[in-house]
């Protein structure tokens, strides 16, 4: 785990934009957006960017950039008005970053997790009593048995260090991929409980994260369809999965407000998560 404090970088300067398709944006609201990309370069070819600038986000958490920010050589990853942090992986794998329209006190890069943080799955910005953080999480495959071994270790290692920050005197929210089906309603189709991402194990570690230790699915506090999900694997619209979703501290769960899964256009397999939370980015807390 790295951390660093934070200052201006040339060329960005916060600027207003206007409000896009997931509304309910009407002054005191503070909206973070988080969005699992397959590749930051495809999903801007898809019009991501262009979406976005309508949304009027004051945090934008994106996972799996399969990247490097030298070798973005476009405006267009670096939107007017935000400061943009990277965590890229020198192969260009996974990838993690944080646009944000205030600057930070601090960035932390990684958890703190040896095994895990050269894999680029984590960073986090720190404001002045919020941080937020673009997390990916491992995903695992019943054809190799490591991954299913290394998933659980890190589900293990950040359900400790969920814990330990409860005792801190700041709020959390951790905005991105999980790549767990919580409930029943969070999976289009039938899944076995053996299959990764849907594993017994899995939905019992966000049940102990919910109940025992009271972080809150933003997007289910505010959402109990049972049609709504973030994920189609095999491109198959009858079988999606929600597996994006922010995770937030118990002292903001009366501060969530309004939640859209945006499903009108297609930039990856994943769709963009739109929270809204009723505090002024200003603010924080």
């Known amino acids: 785990m790295q951390t660093r404090p934070c200052c201006s970088k040339e060329g960005v300067s916060p600027a207003i934009v206007v409000a896009g398709h997931s509304g309910k944006r009407l002054g005191r609201y503070m909206r973070i957006i988080n969005f699992s990309a397959d590749g930051i370069v495809q999903a801007a070819d898809k019009g991501f960017y262009d979406w976005l600038a309508r949304e009027d986000a004051d945090i934008v958490c994106i996972q799996d950039i399969r990247t490097q920010e030298h070798l973005l050589r476009n405006d267009r990853y670096f939107p007017q008005g935000y400061?943009?942090?990277?965590?890229?992986?020198?192969?260009?794998?996974?990838g993690v970053l944080i646009y944000?329209?205030?600057?930070?006190?601090?960035i932390m890069f990684g958890l703190g997790?040896?095994?895990?943080?050269?894999?680029?799955?984590?960073?986090?910005?720190?404001?002045?009593?919020?941080?937020?953080?673009?997390?990916?999480?491992?995903?695992a495959s019943l054809d190799e048995p490591?991954?299913?071994e290394r998933k659980k270790l890190f589900l293990e290692l950040l359900y400790n260090h969920l814990e330990k920050i409860l005792n801190k005197r700041r709020q959390y929210i951790f905005a991105g991929c999980w790549n767990i089906a919580h409930q029943l309603r969070d999976t289009q189709q039938h899944v076995d409980d053996n299959q990764p991402?849907?594993?017994?194990?899995?939905?019992r570690?966000?049940?102990?994260?919910?109940?025992?230790?009271?972080?809150?699915?933003?997007?289910?506090?505010?959402?109990?369809?049972?049609?709504?999900?973030?994920?189609w694997p095999d491109g198959d619209k009858n079988n999606g999965r929600r597996v994006d979703f922010q995770l937030v501290s118990p002292g903001l769960r009366n501060k969530i407000d309004y939640g859209v899964i945006y499903k009108n256009q297609s930039f990856s397999s994943h769709a963009p998560l739109v929270m809204d939370y009723d505090m002024l980015f200003s603010e924080d807390v």
């Open 83 to 94: 400061f943009p942090y990277f965590l890229d992986h020198p192969d260009s794998h996974n």
């Open 100 to 106: 944000t329209r205030k600057m930070p006190k601090a």
């Open 113 to 139: 997790f040896t095994e895990f943080d050269g894999e680029a799955r984590y960073i986090q910005a720190d404001f002045d009593e919020l941080s937020i953080g673009s997390i990916m999480v491992p995903a």
């Open 146 to 148: 490591q991954s299913l």
């Open 197 to 203: 991402g849907f594993l017994l194990s899995e939905r």
């Open 205 to 231: 570690w966000m049940d102990d994260v919910t109940h025992k230790l009271g972080y809150v699915d933003a997007f289910r506090s505010v959402n109990s369809d049972d049609d709504e999900f973030s994920w």
